[in-house]
């Protein structure tokens, strides 16, 4: 992704402000709070009231592949915004209702309908490229209402990189025309010679239809009801009439409920750690978007609503143990879109794996680099890593031979391409000024830096990224050696084995206690104490004696802040615990350290991290974790600190409760002897009981409960189905 705020750059000369290209400003606090629904290519932001572009500071819009199709539809009563009462989301992310009430209403001077005496319900949801809204109202005075309802709506059809800052010289040309007493149409032909066009159709017919708005007279006698319907079509063709509101909120709620049918299904004794879960639960199923290639989580909202390969990866991994489906569909669609030529402005080379792809004009138009960009030096090795745990968890040798030569191809890159000065490190440097400057995960320009403060120039081999090749290379030994490939399966576990003594002597910092960084183009290691060490653990390339140093590290106090551990410590030159990446606490990040410390039998440090985490989810709104959060000190009886424009939801934040819980039971799948173990399990003091129904490993499924008792659990099987086994394994 990319960084969302300037940074101050540390230097011997008066500092200045440098802005990362495609950065996201922040220029305002948002007036009201906003809300997200999304179905496939198509999402929607609206305001608390159910508004778009009402008040300032949000991204409001109904946006399809990169465009926007709405920039303004709000009502009002008498030309005065009603009174919000409430405003919900359903625990299925299915549809947002929200509640009004009128203000009072004067005309020459006259109170003709006091505040309070009208109840508006409006009620909205997406399906397939529409946005539907039903706009209910009731009379609970006791004489007749008279009033007019308006709903004013607009569109600049923007790009989302316009939408997020970025400005143009040049666009194409808008119009808008009437099709009827009851429909308009919005259209815009752009300087990519693409048609794009927004249909609005309103049920019953208006008292008045403009281009721009739409105005129902009403005259309601005492607990009288009426409703109208409002629905936009991005693309859509004029006829026939959109599918009824009541049908297509019944169908898309059928396909959400489809759609999950297989997956685990997770119960605590912890009703907030519950609702934790059903609101992770609801917003992955929400970002899931049905491709050519299978399922894909979108990263995340606004900004993110695409394919991100580093995200799809991690967040399928970390979803593997209660859904392996997701791996299948991220694997088959970054495989299908594997680069095959050298293009330096998309940063693509023969083998690279996907970062981003986007479908707006100013991709189409490479004023963007990102119709399909490829810079990032992780997306690669977290293929092959994907691909083996998939087929670990799975026994699927169907998709693994499917797959293979894109492994290959993978292989084939980190070992060349990925290496271009040969030193056996897997590095990265943009092509072209266009693209990224940091292609790891934390790729804002100031996020590789030395002691001093220095920005990393060059060539860079981050640490975590050689952690990523030693375990994929680990795990397509095995899938070679499924294949009866014996001799690549030997040469695969060499390379890994060489790799991680290489490693430990380039990368390892004896006075820190930890491991760099980075390297940067001169070879000089990044001393500098970040949270990429913690993800070192999660690979297992990390050498068993300086494991634990290194977890001890990341769980003092200038690491821990009471919420999470901070990408960096408190302390290094460039902290700042309000930043992207250098002081703040990042989900996704904490639950890969917590898989790291349960591999190396540090269950008290995933408990102690896991209980931080719940805590923070609890004061989040709708109990969400969102993309992240400032790296403050925990305080008693307040709450963490928010990060203005984090995505919420993100799928890997989304994620984060599921594999902090697969750390904490141990969880592992052996695919070929159907036997599912829990290694050194241990449940933090908040859990006191998990459940655990339709555990799946190959055609067979159990159901099974696990009760803490102190520091010790102990396994109750419920129910099995098919042949599987579970047991527990205590190793020290």
Not at 598 to 613: D, E, M, N, Q, T
């Amino acid at each position: 992704m990319i960084a969302e705020v300037t940074q101050l750059v540390k230097s011997h000369t008066p500092e200045q402000v440098l802005e990362s290209p495609f950065y996201i400003p922040m220029t305002g606090p948002a007036t009201r709070p906003r809300r997200s629904l999304k179905h496939d290519d198509t999402f929607i932001v609206l305001d608390s009231h159910g508004d778009i572009g009402a008040s300032a500071g949000g991204p409001d819009g109904l946006f399809n592949a990169d465009t926007r199709y709405l920039s303004r539809l709000e009502m009002v009563l008498d030309d005065v915004q009603p009174l919000l009462l409430g405003s919900n989301l359903r625990d299925d992310n299915s549809a947002l209702t929200v509640d009004l009430s009128n203000s009072d209403v004067y005309r020459n001077g006259r109170l003709v309908l006091q505040k309070d005496t009208l109840h508006i319900m409006r009620s909205m949801f997406l399906w397939r490229g529409t946005a539907y809204q039903r706009i209910a109202l009731q009379n609970h005075g006791d004489r007749p209402a008279s009033f007019d309802l308006s709903l004013l709506f607009d569109n600049d059809f923007a790009d989302l990189f316009e939408v997020r800052g970025e400005h143009r010289s040049r666009r194409g040309t808008g119009s808008s025309r009437l099709l009827g007493p009851a429909e308009v149409v919005l259209e815009y032909k752009g300087l990519d010679g693409e048609g794009r066009s927004t249909t609005l159709h309103f049920d019953p017919r208006p008292t008045r239809l403009s281009v721009n708005s739409a105005t129902y007279h009403f005259e309601l006698a005492p607990g009288e009801t009426t409703a109208l319907f409002v629905a936009v079509s991005c693309n859509k063709a004029m006829t026939p009439k959109p599918v009824s509101f009541f049908r297509g909120l019944l169908a898309h709620r059928r396909e959400m409920r489809r759609a999950s049918a297989c997956a685990t299904s997770i119960e605590t004794s912890n009703n907030i750690f519950n609702e934790v879960l059903c609101r992770a639960t609801a917003d992955l199923n929400m970002l899931m978007t049905d491709t050519p290639q299978g399922r894909y989580p979108y990263a995340g909202i606004p900004w993110y609503s695409t394919t991100f390969g580093r995200d799809g990866l991690i967040t399928a991994m970390q979803m593997l143990w209660v859904d392996p489906r997701i791996a299948r569909g991220v694997l088959r669609r970054l495989a299908f879109f594997q680069a095959r030529a050298v293009d330096p402005l998309a940063d693509a080379e023969p083998g690279k794996i996907l970062h981003e792809m986007r479908g707006g004009e100013m991709a189409a138009l490479r004023e963007v680099p990102f119709a399909q960009y490829y810079g990032s030096v992780d997306s690669t090795p977290l293929f092959v890593l994907l691909a083996g745990l998939y087929v670990e968890r799975t026994g699927d040798e169907e998709t693994l031979a499917e797959l293979w030569p894109a492994i290959e191809a993978a292989l084939e890159w980190i070992d060349v391409s990925g290496d271009p000065d040969r030193d056996g490190f897997v590095e990265y440097r943009r092509a072209t000024e266009q693209g990224l400057a940091n292609q790891g995960w934390k790729d804002s320009f100031d996020a590789v830096f030395h002691a001093d403060g220095q920005l990393a120039e060059g060539c860079i081999a981050l640490a975590e990224v050689q952690g990523y090749v030693f375990a994929g290379k680990r795990l397509a030994a095995r899938c070679a050696r499924r294949l009866g490939m014996t001799d690549r399966a030997a040469s695969l576990e060499a390379e890994a084995l060489r790799l991680a003594e290489r490693f430990e002597e380039a990368f390892w910092c004896e006075d820190l206690g930890t491991y760099a960084l980075a390297l940067d183009g001169a070879k000089r290691p990044c001393r500098v104490r970040t949270s990429n060490a913690g993800q070192l653990l999660f690979t297992g390339i990390v050498r068993t004696d300086r494991a634990r140093r290194v977890a001890a590290d990341l769980m003092s106090h200038k690491f821990f802040s009471g919420w999470g551990i901070r990408t960096v410590a408190k302390g290094e030159a460039r902290y700042n615990p309000m930043s992207y990446h250098d002081g703040s606490i990042w989900p996704h990040d904490n639950a890969l350290i917590a898989l790291g410390f349960a591999r190396y039998g540090l269950k008290h440090s995933v408990a102690h991290l896991f209980k931080g985490l719940f805590d923070a989810a609890s004061y989040m709104d709708l109990r969400r974790l969102p993309e992240l959060f400032c790296g403050f000190r925990r305080e008693r009886r307040r709450g963490p600190v928010l990060y203005p424009v984090a995505c919420a939801p993100q799928a890997w934040a989304s994620a984060t409760p599921f594999t902090l819980l697969e750390a904490a039971l141990g969880l592992e799948f052996d695919a070929d002897r159907g036997e599912i173990r829990l290694r050194n399990p241990r449940l933090p003091e908040f859990l006191n009981e998990v459940l655990l129904r339709d555990l799946r490993l190959g055609s067979s499924s159990v159901d099974l409960r696990v009760r803490r008792h102190g520091e010790e659990v102990s396994l109750e099987v419920l129910r099995t189905r098919g042949q599987i086994q579970v047991s527990i394994v205590l190793t020290h």
